[in-house]
């Protein structure tokens, strides 16, 4: 499968969504960055981020070729720029499976969310390939972002489904400025709590607490991100 996660609007959770949720769940899948000015991947602690310019499709274009699997990760200030070098190719619409719009609460957000939905469109994007991907959640997606669920079952140019998000967390931060994963923090085998419990050395103590809120913090947030991802591509 190959995916493309973009929007026009920046700051509404690309590369998390690419990294946390698509990466973990796709592991042979290739990485791809069309970035140039705002994180990537690799600022999150990914290895192996092939990084391109929007300008340059034909590049990735070849690259995709050669991979059954493949993220593509469009930053906000190269979406114009790979729409317009998209256009040149013959079908290059079809070179991916799903494409992935994340979406927060934000109005200008989902407002640039839906200018992406319909760009697609535009280009000849089967509605069954645009997926909205609402991010940043607190309770309930579908109160959070009306617009956005009604605007699907109004024009039917994007699937969306209440299953599919994400919810808003401080473990992602935690995780960017320590570059590490769901994976190396849940599953390192330690117990903290025991470590904290029988340090001696208070600071050591409270620095084994602090892992052990962290690590019981990413344990449902991975659990969401795993509900997530079955529900997105399927």
């Given at each position: 499968m190959k995916i493309a996660v973009l929007n026009y609007s920046g700051s509404v959770g690309k590369t998390v969504a690419a990294h946390h949720l698509l990466k973990p769940r796709m592991p042979e899948a290739a990485f791809f960055s069309v970035e140039t000015i705002n994180q990537s991947a690799s600022d999150?602690?990914?290895?192996?981020?092939?990084?391109?310019?929007?300008k340059k499709?034909?590049?990735?274009?070849?690259?995709?070729?050669?991979?059954?699997?493949?993220?593509?990760?469009?930053?906000?200030?190269?979406?114009e720029a790979f729409?317009?070098?998209?256009?040149r190719f013959s079908d290059s619409e079809r070179e991916f499976d799903l494409y992935v719009i994340p979406v927060t609460p934000d109005q200008k957000a989902w407002q640039e969310s839906l200018?992406?939905?319909?760009?697609?469109?535009?280009?000849?994007?089967?509605?069954?390939?645009?997926?909205?991907l609402?991010?940043?959640?607190?309770?309930?997606?579908?109160?959070?972002?009306?617009?956005?669920?009604?605007?699907?079952?109004k024009t039917g140019k994007a699937r969306i489904s209440e299953n599919a998000y994400l919810f808003e967390s401080e473990i992602y931060g935690y995780l960017a400025a320590k570059r590490m994963s769901f994976?190396?923090?849940?599953?390192?085998?330690?117990?903290y709590r025991a470590l904290a419990k029988s340090e001696a050395?208070?600071?050591?103590?409270?620095?084994?607490?602090?892992?052990?809120?962290w690590k019981k913090l990413?344990?449902?947030?991975r659990n969401n991100l795993d509900d997530a991802y079955t529900a997105l591509v399927t």
């Amino acid at each position: 499968m190959k995916i493309a996660v973009l929007n026009y609007s920046g700051s509404v959770g690309k590369t998390v969504a690419a990294h946390h949720l698509l990466k973990p769940r796709m592991p042979e899948a290739a990485f791809f960055s069309v970035e140039t000015i705002n994180q990537s991947a690799s600022d999150l602690g990914a290895s192996e981020v092939s990084q391109l310019q929007g300008k340059k499709f034909g590049e990735l274009l070849e690259a995709l070729v050669l991979e059954e699997d493949a993220i593509v990760d469009v930053g906000a200030s190269n979406i114009e720029a790979f729409f317009e070098s998209m256009s040149r190719f013959s079908d290059s619409e079809r070179e991916f499976d799903l494409y992935v719009i994340p979406v927060t609460p934000d109005q200008k957000a989902w407002q640039e969310s839906l200018k992406t939905v319909e760009a697609l469109f535009a280009i000849g994007v089967d509605a069954e390939n645009v997926r909205l991907l609402p991010n940043r959640i607190t309770t309930d997606p579908a109160d959070e972002i009306a617009a956005i669920f009604n605007y699907v079952k109004k024009t039917g140019k994007a699937r969306i489904s209440e299953n599919a998000y994400l919810f808003e967390s401080e473990i992602y931060g935690y995780l960017a400025a320590k570059r590490m994963s769901f994976t190396e923090l849940i599953d390192d085998g330690i117990d903290y709590r025991a470590l904290a419990k029988s340090e001696a050395d208070g600071e050591k103590a409270k620095e084994y607490a602090r892992m052990y809120r962290w690590k019981k913090l990413a344990i449902p947030v991975r659990n969401n991100l795993d509900d997530a991802y079955t529900a997105l591509v399927t």
